[in-house]
């Protein structure tokens, strides 16, 4: 159990694209969900925690306008990156929990965006 | 600022070894810690969750032991196998709010 859906895998598309990235838990219903950002040989950075109903809580530094989190369902939460530019090309991965509080998390397989 | 390390960026054993991986914290009092691999390309799986309160967790191969003294965990992989070559993340939390490190590779060799 626990399976987490994550989709697309890839994306490749020219600047000033925005791109929708789509978040599913498909055995459980996820309280939570987190959005994360990794680039090579690094650490996860999370870029904001979303809960079913209200609005995501973005971590400093990540701009809510560019990076667009809705959770409208405690099966689904959705990414969308605004007009995205090269340097928004990276490793994106979201991750679901059953409840709040210290709980695990289960992952996507992540999309790797590119920006042309 | 917090800051969590990993002992090292990458480790090599040979198969039929212990890998002990460590998890080192500052500026941060976790109510628990929790351990992931990763594979190239992949989201990371969840292995265990160790609390505050709990010293040292099992689950088949896997022992994760938790000093809140020393600020540290290590992470035992016994009698390792070539699958078990990933990346190995550590993660520090408090209620909804979860630190990743930055992971160590490791490489077990036949």
């Known amino acids: 159990g626990a399976v987490v859906s994550q989709h697309p895998s890839w994306v490749i598309c020219k600047s000033g694209t925005s791109v929708k990235i789509e978040c599913r838990s498909l055995?459980?219903?996820?309280?939570?969900m987190f959005w994360y950002r990794q680039f090579p040989k690094q650490s996860l950075m999370l870029m904001a925690t979303?809960?079913?109903?209200?609005?995501?809580?973005?971590e400093q530094g990540v701009e809510k306008d560019k990076f667009l989190i809705n959770h409208a369902s405690l099966t689904l939460s959705t990414l969308t990156v605004t007009s995205a530019h090269p340097e928004d090309s990276s490793f994106y991965i979201c991750?679901?929990?059953?409840?709040?509080?210290?709980?695990?998390?289960?992952f996507g397989d992540g999309t790797r965006l590119s920006i042309l | 600022s917090q800051k969590i390390e990993q002992n090292s960026e990458a480790l090599n054993i040979q198969e039929g070894k212990t890998a002990t991986l460590t998890c080192n914290y500052t500026?941060?009092?976790?109510?628990?810690l929790q351990w992931y691999r990763q594979d190239p390309g992949r989201g990371p799986v969840f292995l265990l969750l160790?609390?505050?309160?709990?010293k040292e967790k099992r689950k088949e191969r896997l022992k994760v032991t938790f000093d809140t003294t020393l600020k540290q965990s290590l992470f035992h992989i016994t009698a390792s196998q070539p699958a078990d070559s990933a990346t190995y993340l550590c993660?520090?939390?408090?209620?909804?709010?979860?630190?990743f490190g930055a992971g160590t590779r490791l490489t077990v060799k036949p």
């Open positions: 993660a520090l939390g408090n209620n909804n709010d979860m630190r």
């Open positions: 979303s809960n079913e109903g209200s609005k995501a809580t973005y």
């Open positions: 055995d459980f219903q996820a309280t939570t």
């Open positions: 991750s679901a929990s059953r409840r709040r509080g210290n709980q695990p998390q289960h």
């Open positions: 500026n941060y009092s976790p109510a628990y």
């Open positions: 160790i609390r505050e309160n709990e």
